[in-house]
């Protein structure tokens, strides 16, 4: 039997305990001072919050058993003893008078054990005494349970000289490699100034006289605040971050499962136990360049060492500057006057405000719908999800709220719409050639072209939303570059910063500048975000579209197309798939049936090593433009793999 050592946990324990469970020491800086008290108010805390906790008491001596106490008033919790003498003394003397022999080793292969094999949320190992006080062997047992490496939190002493006694307790502990989270006190909360210095410290309410029962001290909402409070300091990462922490499309209620990232490099996301995936989704189309990119992370920090932030009413700066020149020079030929936006969502916003402004200066403020594809994306803010498909989109929920606006099938049949709304219609409004997490559905140059002259026909707004198409996805910079058409109104974004910061735009003709503004000057746009023209943001995406515009670019999308094409064709064999396609960086394998278990689904990609997102039926990457042919080939087998099955 291998000993115990601080160096050493068996390779199934360790990897286990590393993985999923969230165990704690609880120390006292003496005897006698509220450890099984606040061990019992945090199991009671779990109970409130559905937290599957443990109680362990790895020694226990005397008749009345701390045991006993955490299952008659902890709540719904496991509870354990490993070793119990009957002696209420000290545990190396209850030990000699009964001739038992446990040795250091034998109690901690029993608490590292019950550690790493249990199925507790999270479990709370209560010592006996104060920090130094003996084990059975007579080792102090902070010597002996520092070798497993466990968080703890020490249980301060509230009585008079407690500070000193707490300070002596915490320092013995930091000698032995051991840091509590924090100091938690039963009452005294007069006297801890001088300890915050050095820890955190969270004090609980006085307790009642020892004559009254507790019951009512653990009900009470100064009580039990605190030990919620506790509590969420203690959760393990994942099931914090399920219980608190909402993320992109998901409910609370039941939260999918997350895999924690430790860092980025390259095309690489590397997960906190050491797995690594090739990135296929360049974090939602924005890592074009990868990750860790020397010269975006120059940007920053030459930025933030000057200016991080500054706001831009009535003030400006060279990142803007500089910035709006470059997508004036790389935007198609007319589009000179530029918006700077917190995110693609915000941008869209802007833009269809951009619109109603520009009817309502010429005095036709009826004019102010929008006419959009159904299928089509356009964001998650307000007026974005009104332009979104109102019955097949995310955002069906909200259809009786949002403005009406009209919607068609396709664009052949956007002059009939013209024409039976000309009097109220501001503006068409599309992502083009490409709609992104409407479906992603493919459709032909030609008619974005005909979409273009039908708006100059109409004499009607084309918005270009850019935001996923935009600068090189599709094999041209834009989408409307494909169809030689210059929009009235342009949004861009993701791409924009490298995937660093959230940045975006929105870029329109002078023509359109000048009307939402007024003849006279005197409709100034009420749009001006706090973190408009973010100098950080601004300095990175120049970086960014530098180092875009310096690459061959055109030639790396055009390889990554052919080989998505050719690598991706297998999967049209499967039962499973109803079509596969392609354009530019951008890959799409489209099941007949959306999968019963998406979370198996995106778990077999992460098996696979891969980062594959999946959405509904849709099975699509749009890696970063730098990725390698093996990495790409990876991404693409694993594709063709998983969709081969049924999920």
Not at 141 to 162: H, M, T
Not at 381 to 393: F, H, I, L, R, Y
Not at 500 to 517: D, F, L, N, P, Y
Request: proline share 6%.
């Amino acid at each position: 039997k291998a000993t115990v050592s601080v160096l050493y946990w068996p390779k199934m324990l360790r990897s286990s305990l590393a993985k999923r469970w969230a165990s704690y020491m609880v120390y006292g800086a003496n005897t006698d001072i509220g450890k099984t008290v606040v061990g019992c108010g945090l199991l009671q805390a779990a109970a409130r919050n559905s937290v599957k906790a443990g109680y362990v008491k790895p020694v226990q001596t005397g008749d009345e058993t701390d045991e006993q106490w955490m299952k008659d008033n902890g709540g719904d919790c496991r509870t354990v003893t490993f070793f119990s003498f009957k002696e209420p003394a000290s545990p190396h003397i209850a030990a000699a008078l009964e001739n038992r022999t446990v040795t250091d080793d034998e109690l901690l292969e029993k608490v590292q054990h019950d550690v790493a094999t249990n199925t507790d949320d999270i479990t709370l190992i209560e010592t006996a005494g104060g920090v130094l006080s003996p084990a059975p062997s007579t080792s102090p047992q902070a010597d002996v349970y520092a070798k497993l490496g466990i968080k703890s939190i020490l249980i301060g002493d509230p009585k008079l000289g407690g500070i000193s006694s707490t300070m002596c307790a915490l320092e013995s502990l930091r000698a032995r490699g051991v840091n509590p989270l924090c100091v938690v006190f039963v009452g005294g909360s007069a006297n801890v100034d001088s300890l915050e210095k050095h820890i955190k410290v969270i004090c609980l309410p006085e307790l009642p006289d020892r004559s009254l029962p507790l019951t009512d001290w653990y009900k009470h909402k100064d009580t039990t605040t605190v030990f919620d409070r506790i509590l969420r300091s203690l959760l393990p990462d994942e099931m914090f971050d399920a219980r608190h922490i909402w993320h992109p499309y998901t409910s609370m209620t039941r939260p999918k499962r997350m895999y924690k990232v430790a860092s980025c490099d390259g095309c690489e996301i590397t997960l906190e136990d050491g797995t690594r995936l090739v990135d296929g989704m360049a974090s939602w189309w924005s890592a074009i360049h990868g990750y860790n990119v020397p010269e975006l992370t120059k940007a920053l920090h030459d930025q933030i060492a000057k200016m991080p932030h500054v706001m831009f009413g009535g003030l400006t700066h060279d990142p803007a500057i500089k910035l709006c020149r470059t997508l004036v020079d790389m935007t198609p030929e007319g589009l000179e006057c530029v918006f700077l936006c917190d995110s693609g969502s915000v941008s869209v916003d802007a833009a269809l405000k951009m619109c109603v402004q520009y009817w309502a200066g010429q005095g036709k403020p009826q004019k102010n719908k929008m006419i959009s594809l159904k299928r089509g994306y356009h964001g998650d803010t307000w007026g974005a999800m009104s332009v979104c498909d109102p019955v097949n989109s995310m955002h069906s929920l909200f259809d009786g709220i949002l403005k009406k606006h009209i919607f068609i099938d396709s664009l052949a049949e956007l002059e009939g719409a013209l024409i039976e709304h000309r009097e109220e219609v501001a503006g068409v409004i599309l992502e083009p050639v490409t709609q992104g997490a409407g479906g992603m559905v493919f459709y032909n140059p030609e008619e974005l072209k005909a979409t273009g002259d039908l708006c100059k026909e109409y004499g009607v707004l084309l918005v270009a939303d850019e935001i996923a198409t935009g600068f090189g996805r599709t094999g041209k910079m834009f989408g409307c570059d494909h169809a030689g058409v210059v929009p009235d109104i342009m949004c861009v974004g993701k791409a924009m910063t490298g995937g660093t910061m959230t940045m975006a735009a929105v870029i329109c003709t002078r023509h359109v500048g000048e009307k939402v503004s007024g003849e006279d000057g005197s409709l100034p746009f009420m749009h001006g975000p706090t973190f408009m023209g973010n100098p950080l943001a601004a300095s990175v995406a120049n970086a960014s579209l530098n180092l875009l515009l310096d690459s061959p670019w055109e030639e790396k999308v055009a390889a990554l197309e052919a080989q998505l094409k050719k690598e991706l064709a297998p999967a049209s064999a499967s039962p499973h798939v109803a079509d596969v396609r392609v354009l530019g960086a951008i890959g799409v394998i489209e099941l007949k049936h959306a999968p019963s278990d998406p979370e198996a689904l995106q778990h077999a990609f992460v098996e696979l090593g891969v980062w594959v997102r999946p959405f509904g039926k849709l099975v699509y990457i749009m890696p970063p433009y730098v990725i390698t042919p093996s990495d790409l080939t990876k991404v693409t087998s694993s594709m063709v793999d998983v969709t081969s099955r049924a999920y």
